[in-house]
């Protein structure tokens, strides 16, 4: 069995070929072809954390066990691990580091929802959060739109994620938000960073942060305005807090694969609800193991 721990998968995984291989998983998984049940978690309510047990069967065949701590300082809040499986036998194939692949593919995934809703001309991305999440963003999002701006703000880290990556700190929330084509909301946080009074028409969300049943990162007047889409509706009625406020348009991989429209006009604001998918962590663990066989790791 193979063994990749993060620096293999570093050096292995590329934005510009994981960006279409999602677009391809959430075709799938809308289409049906995808067999994946809905994550469980497990509560390890002393230590604040969870561990969540992630399956699908997609060609390739795999879990993810993925822990996450918001309240970790000095550590990731997720650390994670991807087996994938030989479907004809079941026999173990390999056993890959899955943070690094699980901040990847999230940014992957927003990549393909800017590609698909957001405007054309969308050249100012504003940043709500300054960690991996907000890093990864930066790298993905510009593969789909060409931003002549990028902004951020967070409560605390902004100006040395500015200073660091070439980007705009902000002193809020709102003047980062306020005329931005593109927000990306990548934060802690259990109660609103974005309210629907900030928004310019055309505007395009990913809110890709703080997932439980009762958190939220978006207020009642984004959900209000915007066209509300995301990976799995059954998925999203369980686990998101902000769908149940909303009312999903579509999934992406309809929006994708052409079944149900994406944008239909320049003023429309449309919000992509990301939760993270087991497809979107099998097919990207399959993805760096067939790019590691091809440079002859074993």
Do not use: C
Not at 12 to 24: G, S, Y
Not at 185 to 195: C, D, F, G, H, K
Not at 250 to 277: C, H, M, N, W
């Amino acid at each position: 069995m193979l063994i990749l721990d993060e620096e293999a998968v570093r050096e292995l995984l590329r934005m510009e070929e994981l960006i279409p291989a999602m677009e391809q998983a959430l075709s799938d998984l809308s289409s049906g072809k995808v067999v994946q049940p809905v994550r469980t978690m497990v509560p390890v309510a002393e230590h604040e954390g969870f561990l969540g047990l992630m399956a699908a069967y997609a060609g390739a065949l795999g879990v993810k066990l993925v822990a996450f701590y918001p309240n970790n300082t000095g550590v990731p809040t997720h650390h994670a691990v991807i087996q994938l499986f030989t479907p004809e036998t079941g026999e173990p194939l390999a056993l890959l580091d899955g943070r690094l692949i699980t901040e990847e593919r999230t940014a992957a995934v927003s990549a393909v929802a800017t590609k698909h809703l957001a405007r054309p001309d969308a050249a100012v991305l504003a940043l709500i959060g300054s960690g991996v999440q907000a890093r990864s963003h930066l790298k993905a999002l510009p593969l789909v739109r060409e931003f002549r701006e990028v902004r951020v703000w967070s409560p605390r880290h902004a100006a040395e994620f500015a200073r660091e990556l070439g980007v705009r700190a902000m002193s809020s929330a709102e003047e980062a938000v306020r005329g931005a084509d593109v927000i990306v909301t990548a934060t802690s946080s259990q109660t609103p960073v974005l309210r629907g009074a900030w928004l310019s028409p055309g505007a395009h969300i990913n809110a890709v942060g703080w997932r439980s049943s009762a958190s939220r990162e978006l207020d009642d007047e984004v959900l209000r305005r915007a066209r509300l889409y995301v990976e799995s509706r059954e998925a999203a009625e369980k686990e998101s807090a902000d769908v149940r406020v909303g009312e999903v348009v579509a999934e992406l991989g309809e929006v994708v694969a052409g079944t149900k429209p994406g944008r239909q006009s320049a003023d429309e604001i449309t919000v992509f609800k990301s939760l993270g998918q087991a497809v979107e962590d099998v097919v990207s663990g399959d993805l760096v193991y067939r790019k590691a066989l091809q440079t002859g790791r074993r």
